[in-house]
């Protein structure tokens, strides 16, 4: 069975930095993506960016572009979001998610295309 576990949330001063992690497992090839979201409180789920693990592709959403980095150890079967320079807009909880895609030579960035969801971990961003 599929499963995503993320971990690495805490509260943190602005122009603070974090690291998510999300530990994946259960996957039945390598075809598969792993996305980063969150979701502020009051607000639609939005997303970061994610990786294809067959390649190692990875894709951002603009508007994460530079602060935020999606990084993997495939030892551990881990995927990291790094975030740095932290905004109090930067609060919500953050979600890691997957599909399975053979075909893609990208990865998707739409909350639609994720089957499979964590259960997130709260960034805090306050002084």
């Known amino acids: 069975q599929l499963q995503l576990v993320e971990s690495g949330g805490d509260l943190v001063q602005p122009g603070g930095s974090l690291r998510l992690s999300c530990a994946a497992s259960?996957?039945?090839?390598?075809?598969?993506?792993i996305g980063w979201f969150r979701q502020a409180p009051g607000k639609e789920r939005e997303g970061v960016g994610c990786?294809?693990?067959?390649?190692?592709?990875?894709s951002y959403v603009d508007s994460m572009k530079g602060r935020f980095t999606i990084s993997r150890d495939n030892a551990k079967n881990l995927v990291y979001l790094e975030m740095n320079s932290l905004k109090p807009e930067d609060t919500a909880v953050y979600f890691c998610?997957?599909?399975?895609?053979?075909?893609?030579?990208?990865?998707?960035?739409?909350?639609?295309?994720?089957?499979?969801w964590g259960q997130g971990t709260q960034v805090s961003v306050s002084a």
């Open positions: 990786i294809k693990n067959i390649s190692g592709r990875i």
């Open positions: 259960g996957f039945t090839s390598d075809y598969y993506v």
């Open positions: 998610a997957a599909y399975n895609d053979r075909y893609s030579g990208t990865c998707s960035r739409r909350v639609t295309e994720y089957e499979y």
